[in-house]
């Protein structure tokens, strides 16, 4: 993983385990690798890594089993899911909105735009 200057270490170890989440890599239920094994993964310090299961289970996504490790809650998937609707909304749609408007992009370009995205899905889940 590269990590960008732009924002902590730990959060976007956080970004990347919640992405895994969404994606049904990480289950609710399953065993996260242990501190120092993603410390190792991601080359970091295992205070980096420990930060990011902090921050993971005061957000209810991590459960913390004592003398076990660290777990993937029951409702992990609706809390990211939420998490990554508001931070959509909030950040990168009025970005992408900006965007739209400098380049002059018409409903057409939009469109086509979204048509294209929907034929590459449709192609990416069979």
Do not use: W
Not at 21 to 29: R, S
Not at 74 to 97: M, Q, Y
């Amino acid at each position: 993983m590269e990590f960008q200057s732009s924002k902590g270490i730990f959060l976007q170890i956080a970004d990347s385990l919640c992405h895994q989440i969404l994606e049904g890599l990480l289950k609710p239920g399953d065993r996260v690798p242990s501190v120092r094994d993603l410390a190792e993964e991601y080359e970091v310090n295992r205070n980096t890594v420990m930060r990011t299961y902090t921050i993971l289970q005061e957000s209810g996504i991590f459960d913390n089993k004592r003398g076990i490790g660290f777990f993937i809650s029951e409702n992990a998937v609706e809390l990211v899911r939420a998490s990554e609707k508001t931070n959509f909304f909030n950040h990168e749609l009025p970005e992408f909105i900006k965007k739209v408007k400098l380049l002059k992009l018409n409903s057409n370009d939009l469109t086509d735009l979204v048509t294209e995205i929907k034929n590459n899905d449709t192609y990416e889940n069979k």
